[in-house]
């Protein structure tokens, strides 16, 4: 299993093919005890007539439950302009080098505290290792990040890495970025 996967919400349930509704809510299992991590949403009815056995989060499962919102006509998604965070962890995701993993845990804690991505479920994977399963607030992408652990010291030096990242990022947006789309500045407000 490569570290990182991201699997979209999907928009009919897993087993009985119900198109899912706005705010509906639907109840998610990952799995990840195949080789590749296996996403299924089941609508309400569905999840009722399942063994409870299966709804229960452990080794190699994540669950959570979530409303179905508005959204998600592949153009939708692509208009949803992408912060300069999200773009380095789009980057950083599948990359299985340490220094990435490292990196792309202080990215996921800094959108997760724009609540850009919601903490939906901790668990260990086939290796033993934290992976948190993390769901994008907007697009409603899964994003599964290793957590590796770090000690403060660590922490602090990776933390100084992505503020490097992020402006050295934002100074390349603006050098090329021709589009009228404004880089989001955090001192712009008054
Ligand atoms: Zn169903």
Not at 12 to 40: M, N, W, Y
Not at 99 to 125: G, Q, S
Not at 178 to 184: A, D, H, R, S, Y
Request: proline share 2%; charged share 35%.
């Amino acid at each position: 299993m490569r570290n990182w996967e991201i699997k979209s919400r999907n928009r009919f349930c897993s087993s009985c093919d119900g198109a899912f509704e706005i705010e509906q809510l639907f109840h998610t299992v990952l799995d990840f005890t195949g080789e590749e991590p296996v996403r299924k949403d089941y609508c309400v009815r569905c999840w009722k007539e399942k063994d409870p056995e299966t709804g229960k989060a452990g080794d190699g499962r994540a669950y959570w439950q979530g409303r179905f919102k508005r959204l998600a006509a592949a153009v939708e998604k692509e208009a949803i302009k992408k912060d300069v965070i999200e773009r380095l962890l789009d980057r950083y995701i599948r990359s299985g080098e340490e220094a990435h993993i490292n990196l792309c845990y202080i990215l996921a804690l800094l959108e997760e505290r724009k609540k850009v991505l919601i903490p939906r479920d901790t668990m260990l994977d086939k290796e033993g290792r934290t992976i948190i399963v993390y769901e994008h607030s907007a697009t409603g992408d899964t994003y599964l990040i290793c957590d590796p652990h770090l000690s403060l010291v660590q922490v602090e030096a990776v933390q100084e890495q992505v503020k490097e990242l992020i402006d050295r990022e934002k100074e390349g947006a603006e050098e090329v970025d021709g589009e009228e789309g404004e880089i989001e500045e955090e001192t712009a407000a008054g």
